[in-house]
C-alpha cells in the first residue's frame, strides 16, 4: 500500500507544484489504484509515473473547487484509449455527476466503461467490501468539502508452515483446516489444534484524506488512530485570520489536528505557490513544532504505508 502525490500545490497550477491529485496505490491488496481528487493536468502527472489509467478503479473527489476537479474529463477520457474497460466509480459531493456527464455529452466523448456515481452520506460507509470500508465526514470550506477514512481490515495471521512441516504434519488440505483455527485430526491419532499453529492477526491501515478545510472536529474523528493523515497546509502559523476567511488551515491547526487525533505521520499537502525551496521547509518545521512526524509533500512523492508491527520504516 502507497500514496503517490500527484499534485499537491493550492489553487492554480505552478512550474513545481501541479494542483491537487493523490493515489493511493493498492496493487498488492487488490490490483488497483484510488485516486483522491483530479485537478488540472492530473493525466499528463500520471503519465510520469508508473500507474495505469485502467487500474484505477474509484476516483474520490473531496469538494468541486476547479483545482479539484478540472483533471476528471480529460482521465476519465483517456481512460477508455487506455484499455479501461471495467466500471469506474466516482465519489463526491452533489454535481459531480452534472459536471461529468455535461462534459462527456458536450465534447461527444463516448467511452468502453460504465461510470457509477455515488453521493456522499456522512458517518456511514459509502464503500464496503472484504477488504476496506470507506467513511466520509463533511469539513468546513465554505462549499461542501469532504474527508475520507479508508480503513483496511485486519488480516488474518499466516499459518506457521516451518512450524508443521517440523512435527511432520503433511501439506495438504489440512493445512486449509488449521489455517482456519480448526481442530484434526491426523491418520496417526494425534489431535492438532489449529489455532496454536496460526501468527497474530495483522492490524488493518488506517488513511486519512481531507479535503480543503478550516481546522475542525470532524477532521479530527475522520483520522483518529490513523497511520496517515493527509492534511491540506495552505498558509503559515502567522496567517490563521486569513486562513480562516479563505475557509483553509496553517501548518499548526493541521498539526494540531494529526495530535489530536493521535494519528501516526503528518503529510501536509495543497501548498501555496507563495512557498518556494527554504520556505516551503520552513511550513513543515512549523507543523513540526506541535506534531514531530511530519513531512511536507512534493509532487510524485511516493510514501510506503506499512503494517504497524513494522514502526521502523516510517523513518
Known sequence: MELQFLGTGAG?????????????????????VWLFDCGEGTQMQI???NIRPRKIGKIFITHL?????FGLPGLISSRSFQGGETPLEIYGPQGIEQFIRNSLSISQTKLSYPLKFIELREDQPIFQDQEFSVYTKKLSH???SFGYRVVEHDHKGELQVEKLKEMAIPAGPIYGELKKGETVQLEDGRVIDGRQFVG???KG????????TRKTSNSVLLAKDSDVLVHESTFNKNEAKMAHNYFHSTTHQAA?????????QLLLTHIS???LGKAALELENEAKEIFPNTRIMKDFDLVEIPFREEENEWT
Open 205 to 212: 491501515r488506517i488513511i486519512t484524506i481531507l479535503g480543503d
Open 256 to 264: 494540531e489536528v494529526a495530535k489530536e487525533a493521535e494519528t501516526k
Open 273 to 275: 505557490a507563495r512557498y
Open 12 to 32: 492554480v497550477p505552478a512550474k513545481h507544484r501541479n494542483v491537487s491529485s493523490i493515489a493511493l496505490k493498492l496493487l498488492d491488496e487488490r490490483n488497483e
Open 200 to 202: 497474530p492477526d495483522k
Open 47 to 49: 503519465l510520469r509515473t
Open 142 to 144: 465554505g462549499i461542501d
Open 65 to 69: 473547487h476547479g483545482d479539484h476537479i
